[in-house]
């Protein structure tokens, strides 16, 4: 009963490719075919894949679906969380895709599941990325702080879905805690966030986050060990299209 994560998919059965890296880079080659077969020798049927957002270029569930039935085909249990990018989800939509796809996929927002005694947690997140004023070096010499504002009001958002979904667990009896973002905890600019205070609050063991691409990103937000809690990133590009296993 393994538990892996990864995220960033950015699947496109049905739909427009709407990145250029994915047209471009040589670690995108394939991505699909690369990931199915890492899932194939990795994962039984026993064990949990969360899948940390970014699941599908599709603009709708419609656009989606061939995305998400491909997902489902893999092996083991499929945990979903929101991305940036997937349009068919919106956040009133959960509890509707949690029915669509009973037995096949779980849909993670404002709920939680369980790995044995450890209690999945997680939403989408956010962190503000700007856009910022460089120099000729790229060190930062300012920021659009109407753009900051509005990316605090969307974190309040996320951090109270996240409070939900701890509480749902803590309420079934859960003690133990692994939370799942789409975003990274903190943005450039932070050594803490209300993020990484929820998780130290609930004492959560790892904390497990995507959506830096490239390795100029990967960089970008906590990893390791701190102030007690694990910090990864599984973006896809970032392990090679290889699940990382967080619990035996």
């Known amino acids: 009963m393994a538990l892996y994560a990864i995220g960033d998919l950015h699947l496109h059965f049905s739909s427009p490719l709407k990145a250029g890296a994915q047209r471009r880079e040589r670690v995108w080659k394939d991505h699909e075919e690369k990931f199915r077969r890492s899932c194939t020798s990795l994962l039984g049927e026993d064990d949990t894949l969360v899948l940390v957002g970014d699941h599908s270029w599709g603009r709708d569930l419609d656009e989606s679906a061939a995305d998400l039935r491909w997902i489902a085909a893999l092996p083991g249990r499929k945990i979903l969380t929101r991305g940036n990018h997937d349009m068919f989800w919106g956040a009133s939509k959960t509890p509707l895709l949690n029915e669509r796809w009973a ?146």
Request: hydrophobic share 40%; with cysteine; proline share 3%.
């Open 103 to 248: 037995g096949e996929l779980f849909f993670l927002q404002n709920n939680y599941a369980a790995c044995g005694d450890v209690a999945l947690v997680g939403t989408k997140g956010h962190c503000f990325e700007g856009p910022f004023w460089l120099d000729g070096r790229g060190r930062i010499l300012g920021w659009d702080g109407e753009a900051e504002e509005q990316a605090k009001k969307l974190v309040e958002r996320e951090l109270a879905r996240l409070r939900l979904s701890f509480e749902a667990a803590k309420a079934d009896g859960y003690r133990r805690f692994i939370v799942f973002l789409h975003y990274p905890p903190t943005s450039i600019l932070e050594d803490e966030s209300g993020f990484t205070a929820m998780a130290e609050e609930y004492g959560a063991e790892k904390l497990i986050y995507a959506h830096c691409h490239g390795e100029a990103r990967f960089h970008d937000s906590l990893e390791g060990l701190h102030r007690g809690v694990e910090y990864r990133l599984v973006s896809g590009d970032y392990l090679n299209w290889q699940p990382l296993k967080l619990l035996d």
